[in-house]
């Protein structure tokens, strides 16, 4: 099966300074792919060179067997496509706006647009101008996936979408991986990945430093647990389970505050000897999860 | 309805075009009335007497012609004035074409269909031409119905031929500044390089009878190409027709090959 998309040493320079550098990606056809770095990263470079609005500087891409740069007509006719900043023009009326990017793909979209603007809960006769920036993105995400294409590539999907669209937008990517198509996504927001990727890429400064499939990253992520007991209980005990990175004593003692990677049932049966009063989760952000991780091993592929 | 970039952009501009229609049609409507009073006028000859060179030769005043209807209309409306108009109408457009919106970070929305970027500048370039074509059609008509009015004997020929002319100027700077906006995917610097073509070419056409060393500098100034054969009076003049066109021509492929070959910047 051809991949959907496949990139060779990809390296996109702005002005002087490299955007990312010899990426190497291959997304498989089907399968939902997450593209997880902080902001600056690359991961929006990177898509722009796919969609050929920057040209690489040396590597290749291709996707759905084309390349990005030479048969780019033909590549949008099969993708959708979320910029990640996203702007749009303010005059027309969100149902304009949309009916008029179908038309560029010569097809007529109104009743798919009419299914999504109910969905995604927006009135399309509004003017874009008018718009709150999660109408806006609304807006973008019917955009990208109202012709059905074979390959969507969104750029920060969820940005602005509060907690309910999520959801229905998340069901959205889940209806298009159960036809077989493809979804290529960035974000920053790393349960985001977990809750929608079968696998997920790294980039860091430009660079893919990991693929993973989301069952190892899970296992690598770095996470903290705080547990208070009824009475004080000795760190040590934590010191010896496999992936524990710390444990200290909290709460005059009387607590524990354990930051391990992997499984998280040894530090769970452990804790449990002891009378728990209380314990708090904490979901560490992208940066303290994995980057450290990764950044001991720059070159890792 | 906007079924391609083209008509997308025509449909931007479908508001402001009335404004400079209408205003376009009061200074001609203006100058047509004003004509009989002035022909009447017998101290109006020797007033232009009095006028330094200099500002006759610019403003294409030629005191033998000038009190004639064509003499008039050609020096007041169309050395000046509506050039000036007309090419300030085609610059702001081509320099809003590809650089306004890629600068308005609309450009990839626009390019996330399946459209080539050749299409997309070939599109807005037949959108503005579209555009002034239709300004200049407003003057046609606007002189057509002056020339019966007012009786001023103008031939139908030569209106149309100026009005063609000058609409292929204004055309021809808006593609140069379509061109500098595709090159360097900027609207000011578009508008103000083309702005500054425009003027400077201007003012080398207007003093070259006055400054010998402009005559040669003149032979490439659009303004001559279009004034010099007096198209109002003479009629098509396929020169400078061809020239103006040829000129427009090859700055269009210019933006196209440009915008092709960059990155389109956000």
Redesign the interface.
């Known amino acids: 099966m051809t991949a959907a998309i496949l990139t060779r040493a990809l390296t996109t320079y702005y002005g002087k300074t490299p955007g990312i550098i010899d990426i190497d990606l291959e997304v498989h056809a089907g399968e939902v792919f997450g593209f997880l770095g902080p902001n600056g990263a690359g991961k929006t470079t990177t898509i722009r060179t796919l969609m050929d609005l920057l040209r690489p500087s040396s590597g290749s891409a291709t996707i759905l067997g084309l390349d990005s740069s030479r048969d780019s007509v033909a590549v949008k006719r099969r993708t959708g496509y979320l910029p990640g900043d996203l702007a749009m023009w303010k005059q027309m009326t969100g149902r304009q706006l949309l009916l008029y990017l179908g038309n560029l793909r010569g097809l007529d979209v109104e009743a798919a647009v009419a299914k999504y603007a109910e969905r995604l809960d927006i009135d399309l006769d509004r003017r874009v101008g008018a718009y709150s920036s999660g109408n806006r993105q609304k807006i973008g995400i019917i955009q990208a996936f109202m012709h059905h294409p074979e390959l969507l590539i969104l750029d920060e999907p969820s940005a602005g979408l509060d907690p309910l669209m999520q959801q229905e937008f998340y069901r959205m990517v889940d209806e298009v991986k159960a036809q077989g198509r493809t979804i290529f996504l960035s974000s920053h927001i790393l349960p985001e990945v977990e809750r929608v990727a079968d696998r997920v890429g790294i980039v860091r400064r430009g660079r893919l430093v990991a693929v993973e499939t989301v069952e190892d990253l899970k296992a690598k992520a770095r996470r903290r647990i705080d547990f208070f007991f009824a009475e004080p209980v000795d760190v040590s005990e934590f010191y010896s389970i496999d992936g524990v990175e710390s444990a200290e004593s909290i709460d005059a003692g009387r607590g524990v505050s354990v930051t391990f990677s992997g499984a998280i049932d040894r530090v769970m049966k452990t804790a449990a000897r002891h009378e728990i009063i209380n314990v708090t989760s904490h979901e560490g952000d992208l940066e303290s999860a994995f980057l450290a991780f990764y950044a001991e091993a720059p070159d890792a592929r | 309805m906007?079924?391609?970039?083209f008509e997308?952009t025509v449909w931007?501009g479908r508001r402001s075009i009335w404004w400079w229609v209408g205003g376009i049609g009061t200074l001609a409507a203006f100058m047509v009335a004003y004509y009989p009073a002035l022909r009447d006028m017998s101290e109006f000859a020797d007033l232009l007497e009095s006028y330094p060179e200099a500002m006759l030769a610019l403003f294409g005043i030629d005191p033998a012609e000038f009190l004639t209807a064509a003499g008039f209309i050609h020096s007041e409306l169309y050395s000046a004035m509506l050039p000036v108009i007309f090419f300030i109408f085609t610059i702001m457009r081509g320099a809003a074409a590809t650089a306004g919106e890629e600068q308005?970070?609309?450009?990839?929305?626009?390019?996330?269909?399946?459209?080539?970027r050749s299409r997309v500048v070939v599109d807005k370039s037949l959108a503005m031409a579209v555009l002034t074509a239709g300004l200049g059609l407003s003057l046609v008509v606007i002189l057509l119905v002056g020339n019966v009015i007012v009786d001023m004997g103008l031939s139908v020929v030569g209106i149309v031929a100026i009005n063609l002319g000058l609409v292929l100027l204004a055309l021809l700077f808006g593609a140069f500044a379509m061109a500098v906006g595709a090159w360097t995917g900027r609207r000011v610097m578009a508008a103000g390089a083309a702005a500054g073509v425009a003027v400077a070419a201007f003012f080398v056409n207007g003093l070259a009878a006055l400054v010998p060393a402009l005559e040669v500098p003149q032979q490439a100034s659009p303004f001559h190409w279009l004034l010099d054969p007096k198209p109002l009076i003479t009629g098509f003049d396929w020169a400078g027709i061809g020239l103006l066109a040829a000129t427009s021509a090859v700055f269009f492929a210019v933006a196209v090959w440009a915008f092709g070959?960059?990155?389109?910047s956000?």
Do not use: C, F, H, N
């Open positions: 906007l079924d391609s970039v997308k931007d308005d970070g609309t450009m990839d929305l626009v390019l996330s269909a399946p459209v080539s070959r960059r990155d389109i956000t």
